[in-house]
Each structure stands twice: as C-alpha cells, then as structure tokens.
C-alpha cells in the first residue's frame, strides 16, 4: 500500500513538475518577412531581412514569452510576384507579415491582405497608398507626405538656401508622393522653387535636370528618390562643377553601398532618415555590431526598422495576448486594436500608431561626412 501511495505522490509530482515546464515553455509566433531579397531592389530586402532576422535571434535567446519563427518569401519588388510570396507565406503557416518592403508590392499584398484579414507591419513602405482604406497595414517609416513637409520645415529652419530646384521620379508613387507635399510646404514657409524636373526609371542620363537646376541657380537641390539615381544625379552635378547642397530622403539611404559609385561625391549630402549606424547609443551600438558581424557590411535605415518591427510586432502579440493555435484571422484584429495601445522606444525613435495605420515619430536629418552618416 506504502508502495503504490509512493508511486501515485511520484506521478503527481511528475505532472506538477510537466505542467510547470508547459507553462514556461514559449509560445510560438510565426511572422513572414515578405520583401525583394533578389533583383534591382534587393538591397532593401536583403537589408530588412537581415534586420528582422538579428531580432529574432535576440527574441529568441532571450527566451520571453515568444518563440518567433521566421518566414522569408522574396517578392522581387514586383506587383505580381507580391502576391505569389504573400500566399505562399500563409502556406507556410504566417500568422503576422512584416512587409512588405516597398511600397507598390505592399500596396498590392495589403489589400489582399485586408480581404483575407491578415495583420501587416511594414517596416519601410512609405506610400500613403500602402495603408489607405486598409485596417490591417500599419507603417513603421514616415509615410511619404509626412517626409516631404518635414524636409521643406528642416530647410527653412535651418536656412540652407531659399533657391530651391526638385527633381523626381514621376514615375514613381514614392517619389511623386514626397515631392507634392514638399512643394506646397515650401510655398508655405517661403522657399523658392526655381526649377523642377522629372524622370522615370528608365532614365540614365540626368544630364537636362542637373543642366536646368544649374542654370536657375539654385542653391538647394531636393532628391526625394532612391539612392541609384541619386548616385548619377551626384556624378553628373560633378562633371559640371555644379556643388549645391543636395537633401535627400529615407530612400537614399545606401548610396554609399552603389557598386561603382564613387562615395566622396556624396560628401556634404543630407537626407531625412531616423537611423544612422554612427550613433553612439547603447542601442544602435550593439545592433550594429551584431549586424556586421553577421553580414560583413553597415546596416542601412532599412534594417534598423525591420528590426524595430519585430519587437513592436511582439510587444502588441503581448498585448493582445496573440498563442501559436489562432489563424491569422483571429490574429489580424487583435494586433490592430493592440498596436493601437502600444508605445515603442526603437532604433528609429519612439513610435506609436492611431487607426490611420500610420506611425508618429520625429524625422531627423543626417549629413555624410568621410564616407559616414552623421546626425546634425
């Protein structure tokens, strides 16, 4: 009788002892990265790719409540692909998509998304477009209008010249987008826009555009694109002995990386971004340390949002008390009503969303000096 008493005190504490490991065992949270990893965009996708996936392996080391596992589907900046790679992340059991990473593919896989109901955190798709009559698409960069007044106010407030010449991809929703805001926020504060030109993403020669800004003597130039043309506006405004002071946007973050490009031309170059891997914080330090032990290269502002997104994507799964059992369904309006209570403190600033999708945070502005980002 003591014998079997003994056994049974033996099972009970057995299944104590389980039960306690059951509960502090993580829950597993499944998140697609969905963004160009191959192609003409890719080091943007590659970059928040990397920056998510430095962490996850924080998260996961640090054994929280979650547990994340990480999906990556490669949607080659493309409308029609984008969606390829949206299905084919909820195949593989996606409950969150954090993407994507640009903004016509999000546009494109949001919508999908808010007929299928799933949550999407984008980490650099900045179209005013991406979360526009979506419930479901929130934005972790300034969306493209917020960037354009942001750099008139920080050219007219720190007096950098009221001659201002624009060239813009008309072409292209993120471009168009920065530059209209920009233009009406300059007439506002009294900038002159003395000269504005426009190209596609065929062009090649910038020749006439950099010629036109030249000759109305301006004394700014606004960029509002992404860094490869930039490079070439850069060389040409060279071979003319043209040197404005030239003020870019989040999208030319990785100039310095052009193959070919020669990086003392961007000497002096200014662009509205959140995150420069110069900084000397605690934060910023340790990510990128990590970053380029990891990649053998600096990470870009890209990276550092996809690495945000991770840990805003965990703080509302907390919040919303998100388990490994529920659909992206059930998930998708429970992260909304959630990151809608949350506040962040990331590598790109303090965040917090309303139900516009929208994030709220301050824009700074960075110089490049020898080769690096400096923060003024």
């Known amino acids: 009788m003591k014998k079997l008493l003994a056994l049974v005190l033996a099972a009970i504490m057995l299944m104590s002892v389980t039960a306690v490991f059951a509960e502090d065992e993580p829950i597993t949270l499944r998140i697609a990265h969905i963004g160009p990893t191959t192609g003409a965009a890719a080091l943007y996708g590659l970059a928040t790719l990397h920056g998510a996936e ?55 896989a949001g919508a999908q998304g808010y007929v299928d109901r799933v949550f999407f955190l984008t980490p650099s798709a900045s179209s005013t477009a991406v979360i526009e009559d979506k419930d479901n698409v929130f934005q972790i960069c300034f969306t493209d209008p917020n960037q354009g007044a942001a750099s008139a106010q920080y050219i007219a407030e720190h007096k950098l010249g009221a001659k201002v010449a624009v060239i813009y991809n008309n072409a292209d929703v993120y471009s168009t987008g920065i530059r209209d805001t920009f233009v009406e926020q300059s007439k506002e504060l009294g900038l002159e826009i003395v000269s504005e030109t426009t190209f596609t993403d065929e062009t090649t020669d910038f020749t006439v555009q950099v010629a036109d800004a030249q000759n109305a003597g301006a004394e700014i130039v606004f960029l509002p694109m ?151």
Not at 307 to 318: N, P, Q
């Open 54 to 108: 430095i962490a996850v392996e924080e998260v996961n080391a640090a054994g929280g409540k979650y547990k994340i596992e990480l999906i990556n589907e490669d949607d080659e900046h493309n409308v029609e692909k984008v969606i390829n790679a949206y299905n084919a992340a909820l195949d593989a059991g996606a409950q969150i998509i954090l993407g994507t990473t640009t903004s016509k593919p999000c546009e494109a």
């Open 226 to 376: 992404y860094y490869t043309p930039a490079s070439m506006i850069l060389q040409t405004a060279a071979a003319k002995e043209y040197a404005p002071i030239f003020f870019g946007v989040d999208g030319m973050d990785g100039i310095l990386g052009v193959e070919g490009f020669d990086t003392s031309l961007a000497e002096g170059v200014m662009l509205l971004t959140p995150f420069v891997a110069t900084a000397q914080d605690e934060k910023t330090v340790n990510f990128v340390t990590k970053y380029q032990a990891a990649y053998n290269e600096i990470p870009i502002q890209f990276a550092a949002d996809a690495y945000d997104g991770i840990y805003i994507l965990i703080e509302a799964a907390e919040k919303a008390g998100i388990t490994a059992e529920m659909e992206p369904e059930e998930v998708c309006d429970l992260m909304i009503a959630a990151i809608q209570e949350i506040s962040v403190d990331g590598l790109t600033g303090s965040m917090t969303w309303d139900a516009s999708g929208a994030v709220t945070k301050t824009p700074m502005a960075a110089t490049i000096v020898n080769g690096e980002y400096v923060f003024e």
